[in-house]
């Protein structure tokens, strides 16, 4: 059954991503049949993150009370509901309705498979499957980049995004009959009690791993997900395919880095190192690939690699979330530490395109934005990088004068 959990929740966040970055390789087509400038394109862009924050802090409570099953197949069928209506959407209100519906059930993805986990794997052995869930990750923004591309010019956008939305269907259904049992919390001896929430949402560190985490991924999603395709075809002079290409490399370097800086972590017994390390990675690469102007597509591509492979680190993020909290409020403290994530890209997308707009004076249906004009816009990302790693040495810092807890809530003492 773990192994069938793992599979499934797998091909959930495959979905999840793909659904996420797919507007990043169809920003002109969108942008001349919703009739959308750089500004609204960030908003709708962002209309996912927006569901997929207020979702996120229901999401664990929900997972840590009730069995996974059912609720993971709704979250997939709303995911799929968005497929199919941005698919049949022909204004601005209708597509952004639609990523609401994505965001809303994308919200449980990564959550359910943290939980899950969590219960079937050791915690020795939590690091590794923490980071091997980078490579779902990796395949569902391949996936959403040239595959997805290919078939935005090949078929349209709105057919496109039909398929993935029976795509959605089927796999809910699969989630609801493979899945047998959960060993989420079921039982009102072992619920969660209002003091131990209390004590999670009091703790400063999981807020500053929140911090943490939407500063050093906001990044990797504006760029992997909305603005770094049309940023190349434009710095670089790449077709939209070689574009979306060299964006997936980025999303590569993730997937690896997310296995190799857990098995690293777990090898010198360093969590923070890694995590700063990573961090410092993201920030070079998105530099150089940002305003130097490189002369090879293989320096790019080995640029974003790297970029992504330092982005991975905030896996390590939600080890030490688990470790300084209750193991039964996992799911909780996993989506509590993920919803950074969906706060700082729901604000930093439509904020991108802003800026963009107030520099070039966009036409709507169109894109006018110069080299110069994201240069501009992007210099918020390496500014989110810097202060991802203050906040990472915040962590630290209270670590370091706090009592360590972690035996005393995996010996099951601190329940409720």
């Known amino acids: 059954m773990g192994l069938i959990i793992l599979v499934l929740c797998s091909f959930f966040l495959i979905y999840k991503y793909l659904l996420q970055v797919s507007p990043s390789v169809m920003t002109g087509e969108l942008m001349h049949s919703l009739q959308l400038d750089g500004t609204t394109l960030g908003f709708l862009a962002a209309g996912f993150f927006y569901a997929y924050f207020a979702v996120q802090l229901i999401s664990g409570p929900l997972l840590d009370r009730f069995n996974a099953r059912y609720i993971t197949a709704i979250a997939l069928l709303s995911c799929a509901a968005g497929a199919l209506l941005f698919a049949h959407s022909h204004d601005f209100t209708m597509a952004f309705v639609a990523r609401l519906f994505m965001g809303a059930g994308a919200a449980f993805a990564t959550v359910s498979y943290l939980r899950l986990t969590a219960d079937y794997f050791s915690p020795k052995q939590y690091a590794i499957v923490t980071g091997f869930l980078t490579f779902p990750v990796m395949i569902g923004a391949l996936m959403g980049q040239t595959p997805l591309a290919y078939l935005v010019d090949s078929f349209g956008w709105q057919d496109s995004l039909y398929g993935w939305g029976v795509f959605g269907i089927i796999l809910a259904l699969c989630f609801a009959v493979l899945i ?19 004590k999670l949402f009091t703790n400063p560190r999981t807020w500053l791993l929140t911090l943490y985490s939407g500063l050093a991924f906001s990044p990797l999603a504006v760029f992997g997900g909305l603005w770094g395709d049309p940023f190349l075809q434009t710095a670089y002079h790449f077709s939209k395919t070689e574009a979306a290409s060299l964006t997936s490399f980025a999303f590569i370097g993730f997937g690896v880095g997310g296995t190799l800086l857990g098995w690293l972590s777990n090898r ?9 390390l990573g961090i410092s990675l993201s920030l070079v690469s998105l530099v150089l690939v940002t305003y130097c102007n490189w002369h090879s597509s293989f320096y790019v591509a080995l640029l974003l690699f790297i970029f992504g492979l330092g982005t991975s680190g905030i896996m390590l993020g939600f080890v030490v979330g688990k470790e300084c909290n209750p193991l039964f409020l996992a799911a909780t403290v996993i989506a509590l530490i993920n919803s950074g994530d969906a706060l700082f890209g729901a604000c930093t997308e439509p904020l991108i395109g802003k800026v963009l707009d107030q520099l070039a004076g966009t036409t709507q249906g169109s894109l006018n934005f110069n080299v110069h004009d994201y240069h501009m816009a992007f210099s918020l990302l390496p500014m989110y990088l810097v202060s991802a790693l203050l906040a990472l040495a915040w962590v630290k810092y209270s670590d370091s004068s706090s009592v360590h807890t972690t035996s005393y809530f995996y010996s099951g003492q601190g329940k409720g």
């Open 268 to 276: 010198f017994a360093d969590r923070y190192g890694f995590m700063a």
């Open 180 to 198: 047998k049992s959960s060993n989420s919390c079921s039982d009102d001896s072992v619920l969660p009690s209002f003091q131990d929430y209390k």
